[in-house]
């Protein structure tokens, strides 16, 4: 099961005129004896959400305020992400006539078309906050703090991971924490830009649009959904034509296969750092300690001292840390058991949870023997998010080599591999004549196409761009640096300190604003002089000079630019 949880929004979404209905209670109800989690996201105080739906209890958690607060039903416990709004704003909205003014525990909430007014004041008090909206709403929040940040905090307290949910919404607000989720879907009622940015569009409004999603997710848990979400794919590599490679996160097995030196590492190292940037989990089993200096996941074990299966389930319980088994203190001999055991563990953990999303095991010839009369009994009927690796792929056990989608073979003679491999199958791979690689270069078949295999070029290891996407995505760039979104008469001063920042601004300032950032070049310089990306910036300028595009479809396209590049950047 790929999606373990189902975020959704409640006016405009699961609920019409404030109030849920029956039905959609029922399917949400299915949902859950599903074994899937239900969190709430909403723009709603929760002493108003109480008083309006009395079924809270069917939640995991609620996330309320647009991101600001959230709650556990079960227990009743709250946690805040943001501070009380200074009494000197609020004060100072009423005196300049915006009414109403309502007052939660952090967000300022009122109407249009009292934005500007409080953009404002914001300005002449000098205070951090920004202002989205929801359709007519206004609401004021802390600097950072949105429906994503809310999302992420409730994902971290159940131990799941962004990768396993699925985001349902209608309205401005819900652009952040649908980018957070692996599966974005917007109901028919939703804005016309949310849904230009959803993987799918219900054909119902509201709470029949929900129930319509909730039926899709029992009936193949979105399955069909997959050539929509290639955004989330991970690059192997370039064919000769420049054509990318990728590698489907979900629901895929691979073998790579070549002799010692030949470049498996190189390419399994781009695979596990690619992975780690994207924050899909991953648990490394490597028997001769080659990843021990693998700097995006917690090695356990060493020469001197033997893992315990207990130890890698308690660091995969925590979504965004990735282990390294090290069965170098492990006898040669008993490898393999150690190997047997961990493997259902694992299986079942991942049952439950969808993690790790990927498992990568080394030397697989000698952890999975022919030989082994376990691996049989072991080994899941379907292998998926799983990676093999190994020099003797012929020694290793028949039901794993079975379970295969992809193969990539480096070295000499690589087809002969493939086709050994094929052959096991009673598959012909079309076009499969002798090959001789350059340096870097592998070739790889992917089972039930009709398409010949292929080579192409992998992609080296990217430390440096990985930490370089982090500190402009996440930190925390110096005043004289960020963005600042003035306006064309300079009446705002929203300060954007990282691309997540820049992409909530830029969702909640108004068109008059948006434009005039756009025609002055200014969105294609910031991301050239400092954000220090060139191909963004040169697509950014083309978004910048197209006068065929609306006000709609450029914030569309920035936003696309951003995330291509800054993948869970809000």
Same mark, same amino acid.
């Given at each position: 099961?790929?999606?373990?949880?189902?975020?959704?929004?409640?006016?405009?979404?699961?609920?019409?005129?404030?109030?849920?209905?029956?039905?959609?209670?029922?399917?949400?109800?299915?949902?859950?004896?599903?074994?899937?989690?239900?969190?709430?996201?909403?723009?709603?105080?929760?002493?108003?959400?109480?008083?309006?739906?009395?079924?809270?209890?069917?939640?995991?958690?609620?996330?309320?305020?647009?991101?600001?607060?959230?709650?556990?039903?079960?227990?009743?416990?709250?946690?805040?992400?943001?501070?009380?709004?200074?009494?000197?704003?609020?004060?100072?909205?009423?005196?300049?006539?915006?009414?109403?003014?309502?007052?939660?525990?952090?967000?300022?909430?009122?109407?249009?078309?009292?934005?500007?007014?409080?953009?404002?004041?914001?300005?002449?008090?000098?205070?951090?906050?920004?202002?989205?909206?929801?359709?007519?709403?206004?609401?004021?929040?802390?600097?950072?703090?949105?429906? @994503?940040? #809310?999302?992420? %905090?409730? !994902?971290? +307290?159940?131990?799941?991971?962004?990768?396993? /949910?699925?985001?349902? $919404? *209608?309205?401005?607000?819900?652009?952040?924490?649908?980018?957070?989720?692996?599966?974005?879907?917007?109901?028919?009622?939703?804005?016309?830009?949310?849904?230009?940015?959803?993987?799918?569009?219900?054909?119902?409004?509201?709470?029949?649009?929900?129930?319509?999603?909730?039926?899709?997710?029992?009936?193949?848990?979105?399955?069909?959904?997959?050539?929509?979400?290639?955004?989330?794919?991970?690059?192997?590599?370039?064919?000769?034509?420049?054509?990318?490679?990728?590698?489907?996160?979900?629901?895929?097995?691979?073998?790579?296969?070549?002799?010692?030196?030949?470049?498996?590492?190189?390419? @399994?190292? #781009?695979?596990? %750092?690619? !992975?780690? +940037?994207?924050?899909?989990?991953?648990?490394? /089993?490597?028997?001769? $300690? *080659?990843?021990?200096?693998?700097?995006?996941?917690?090695?356990?074990?060493?020469?001197?001292?033997?893992?315990?299966?207990?130890?890698?389930?308690?660091?995969?319980?925590?979504?965004?840390?990735?282990?390294?088994?090290?069965?170098?203190?492990?006898?040669?001999?008993?490898?393999?058991?150690?190997?047997?055991?961990?493997?259902?563990?694992?299986?079942?953990?991942?049952?439950?949870?969808?993690?790790?999303?990927?498992?990568?095991?080394?030397?697989?010839?000698?952890?999975?023997?022919?030989?082994?009369?376990?691996?049989?009994?072991?080994?899941?009927?379907?292998?998926?998010?799983?990676?093999?690796?190994?020099?003797?792929?012929? !020694?290793?056990?028949?039901?794993?080599?079975?379970?295969?989608?992809?193969?990539?073979?480096?070295?000499?003679?690589?087809?002969?591999?493939?086709?050994?491999?094929?052959?096991?199958?009673?598959?012909?791979?079309?076009?499969?004549?002798?090959?001789?690689?350059?340096?870097?270069?592998?070739?790889?078949?992917?089972?039930?196409?009709?398409?010949?295999?292929?080579?192409?070029?992998?992609?080296?290891?990217?430390?440096?761009?990985?930490?370089?996407?982090?500190?402009?995505?996440?930190?925390?760039?110096?005043?004289?640096?960020?963005?600042?979104?003035?306006?064309?008469?300079?009446?705002?001063?929203?300060?954007?300190?990282?691309?997540?920042?820049?992409?909530?601004?830029?969702?909640?300032?108004?068109?008059?604003?948006? !434009?005039?950032?756009?025609?002055?070049?200014?969105?294609?310089?910031?991301?050239?002089?400092?954000?220090?990306?060139?191909?963004?910036?040169?697509?950014?300028?083309?978004?910048?000079?197209?006068?065929?595009?609306?006000?709609?479809?450029?914030?569309?396209?920035?936003?696309?630019?951003?995330?291509?590049?800054?993948?869970?950047?809000?």
């Amino acid at each position: 099961m790929r999606y373990h949880a189902l975020a959704c929004d409640y006016d405009g979404t699961i609920a019409h005129n404030g109030r849920v209905d029956p039905e959609t209670i029922a399917a949400l109800v299915r949902l859950r004896d599903s074994g899937r989690r239900l969190i709430l996201v909403t723009g709603r105080e929760l002493k108003d959400l109480l008083t309006v739906f009395p079924h809270i209890e069917l939640f995991d958690r609620v996330v309320a305020e647009n991101g600001a607060l959230v709650h556990c039903p079960a227990t009743r416990q709250e946690k805040l992400l943001g501070e009380r709004p200074p009494e000197p704003f609020v004060r100072a909205l009423r005196e300049r006539g915006v009414s109403p003014v309502a007052v939660g525990r952090v967000i300022v909430a009122t109407w249009k078309p009292h934005e500007t007014t409080v953009l404002e004041v914001i300005r002449d008090l000098g205070l951090e906050l920004h202002v989205t909206f929801n359709k007519d709403a206004v609401m004021v929040l802390p600097a950072g703090v949105s429906k @994503a940040t #809310g999302l992420a %905090e409730a !994902l971290r +307290e159940l131990g799941l991971s962004a990768h396993n /949910v699925v985001g349902v $919404g *209608d309205a401005e607000n819900d652009h952040a924490f649908l980018r957070l989720s692996e599966c974005r879907v917007a109901v028919a009622n939703a804005l016309p830009m949310l849904k230009d940015a959803a993987d799918l569009v219900t054909r119902g409004d509201e709470g029949a649009g929900v129930r319509e999603l909730i039926e899709r997710l029992l009936a193949d848990d979105l399955r069909d959904l997959e050539p929509r979400l290639e955004r989330h794919n991970i690059l192997l590599g370039t064919r000769t034509d420049g054509t990318e490679v990728l590698l489907q996160p979900h629901g895929i097995s691979v073998l790579l296969v070549g002799s010692s030196g030949s470049g498996k590492s190189r390419l @399994a190292a #781009g695979v596990l %750092e690619r !992975l780690a +940037e994207c924050e899909y989990q991953f648990c490394v /089993v490597d028997p001769e $300690g *080659d990843y021990s200096e693998l700097a995006e996941a917690i090695v356990l074990g060493d020469s001197q001292r033997e893992p315990s299966v207990a130890e890698v389930l308690d660091i995969l319980a925590k979504p965004w840390e990735n282990v390294v088994v090290n069965l170098l203190g492990i006898a040669v001999e008993r490898r393999p058991a150690f190997f047997h055991a961990l493997l259902p563990q694992l299986q079942e953990f991942r049952a439950a949870t969808g993690r790790p999303h990927w498992i990568v095991v080394d030397e697989a010839h000698h952890l999975l023997p022919a030989s082994s009369p376990v691996a049989a009994l072991t080994l899941p009927r379907e292998l998926e998010g799983i990676l093999f690796i190994t020099v003797h792929p012929q !020694l290793m056990a028949a039901p794993a080599l079975s379970a295969i989608d992809l193969m990539i073979a480096v070295g000499r003679s690589p087809e002969s591999r493939i086709r050994a491999w094929s052959a096991m199958l009673g598959l012909q791979p079309a076009g499969l004549e002798p090959t001789t690689l350059e340096p870097g270069e592998a070739l790889a078949w992917k089972r039930g196409e009709d398409s010949p295999a292929f080579r192409f070029q992998m992609a080296s290891p990217r430390g440096v761009r990985r930490r370089h996407q982090r500190k402009y995505a996440e930190g925390k760039i110096p005043d004289y640096h960020s963005f600042y979104f003035r306006g064309p008469h300079g009446k705002l001063n929203l300060r954007a300190q990282n691309l997540n920042l820049f992409l909530q601004l830029a969702d909640g300032v108004d068109d008059a604003t948006w !434009l005039h950032h756009l025609r002055r070049g200014d969105y294609s310089r910031w991301f050239r002089d400092v954000i220090r990306d060139e191909d963004l910036a040169a697509e950014a300028s083309r978004v910048e000079r197209d006068p065929q595009l609306d006000t709609q479809a450029t914030r569309a396209a920035i936003h696309a630019a951003v995330e291509q590049r800054y993948t869970h950047s809000a």
